[in-house]
Nanobody, 118 residues
Framework: QVHLVESGGGLVQAGGSLRLSCAAS????????MGWFRQAPGKEREFAAA????????YYADSVKGRFTISRDNAKNTVYLQMNSLKPEDTAVYYC???????????WGQGTQVTVSS
């Protein structure tokens, strides 16, 4: 089991920045690839970014590429999502997730709300 807790969400004006954090506990965090997903009101949950267990590889949805940066600190069991140049369409609940050995995101946090005002 991996227990995940997100923090860092809030209200920000368009063009502003936020940094989300996801603290992990339980199984060995450093062996899991991690991802950030988001769900806007009335929409399906969508992928935003992912990072390999070592941090050497990162992946982004086209909608956030160039504005968001995912990183991790395995010594602190924490993964981050730096979000810059925020847009109103980035408004969503953001979730972090851990990839299980079976290849599915089996572990999820409770989510943190990000609201971007125009």
């Amino acid at each position: 089991q991996v227990h995940l807790v997100e923090s860092g969400g809030g209200l920000v004006q368009a063009g502003g920045s936020l940094r989300l954090s996801c603290a992990a506990s339980g199984r060995t965090f450093s062996s899991n690839a991690m991802g950030w997903f988001r769900q806007a009101p009335g929409k399906e949950r969508e992928f935003a970014a992912a990072i390999s267990w070592s941090g050497s590889s990162t992946y982004y949805a086209d909608s956030v590429k160039g504005r968001f940066t995912i990183s991790r600190d395995n010594a602190k069991n924490t993964v981050y999502l730096q979000m810059n140049s925020l847009k109103p369409e980035d408004t969503a609940v953001y979730y972090c997730a851990a990839l299980s050995p079976g290849g599915a995101y089996d572990y999820w946090g409770q989510g943190t709300q990000v609201t971007v005002s125009s």
